[in-house]
């Protein structure tokens, strides 16, 4: 009778579970990090100013796949207006940079999108108003986005502004822009650049009890 000879791991099967132990998590690390990178991404969110929106310490998931998918067809990804998305801080110097975030507080900012490039955008009043070639005589895109006095962009508007968006950039604002609650475009942050978008939100996901989609 012809007998096989074992292998090595045959000899082995300690060694050959292990090795398939450590195969399993490698699977498992890489997927998750593909998955974070390129397809959903969670973030909480911290503080008030997506009030009433979104509250603090919010569970959201963001889509990185239409991100993604932008890049890969070699495009710039440029949200809707009224999305909400998380993207990158930048410097407070200014400059315009789209190198990822380090050593910084608040390393990600999540805001809704008001106006694309040669818009422009005013705060009078306590009413902030977005003039383009849809609307030469201005519209207040706030009250498309407010569901109820509970959700959606609060009325009054803190500041007085009057700006037009750069070529490749974005002005975004919180929904809660009574005095100093949100820091965005209006008051410091300045316009975002397309390349720091990370993604729009998609989901909230915690707490259970307020899970929607966006």
Not at 150 to 171: A, I, N, Q
Not at 172 to 181: K, L, T
Request: net charge negative.
């Amino acid at each position: 009778m012809y007998m096989e000879k074992a292998t090595f791991l045959q000899k082995h099967p300690i060694l050959k579970d292990i090795l398939s132990l450590i195969g399993f998590v490698l699977c498992v690390v890489i997927g998750t990090f593909l998955l974070n990178k390129y397809i959903f991404r969670s973030y909480n969110v911290v503080g008030s100013s997506m009030e009433n929106t979104l509250l603090g310490d919010d569970r959201m998931i963001v889509n990185r796949l239409t991100v993604t998918w932008a890049h890969f067809n070699s495009k710039e990804y440029v949200p809707e207006r009224g999305d909400i998305i998380v993207f990158a801080n930048g410097s407070s110097s200014g400059e315009l940079t789209c190198d990822p975030p380090s050593g910084i507080k608040d390393q990600y900012i999540i805001k809704r999108v008001v106006a694309f490039p040669g818009e422009r955008v005013t705060v009078k009043d306590g009413i902030m108003t977005v003039y383009n070639s849809e609307y030469p005589e201005g519209h207040v895109y706030d009250e498309d986005w407010r569901v109820s006095d509970d959700d959606g962009p609060k009325e009054y508007t803190s500041g007085e502004v009057d700006v037009t968006v750069p070529e490749g950039e974005l002005f975004v604002s919180g929904d809660n822009r009574e005095g100093s609650h949100s820091y965005d475009s209006r008051n410091g942050l300045g316009t975002v650049p397309y390349c720091r978008v990370v993604g729009p939100v998609i989901l909230r996901l915690f707490p259970l009890e307020r899970l929607r989609t966006f």
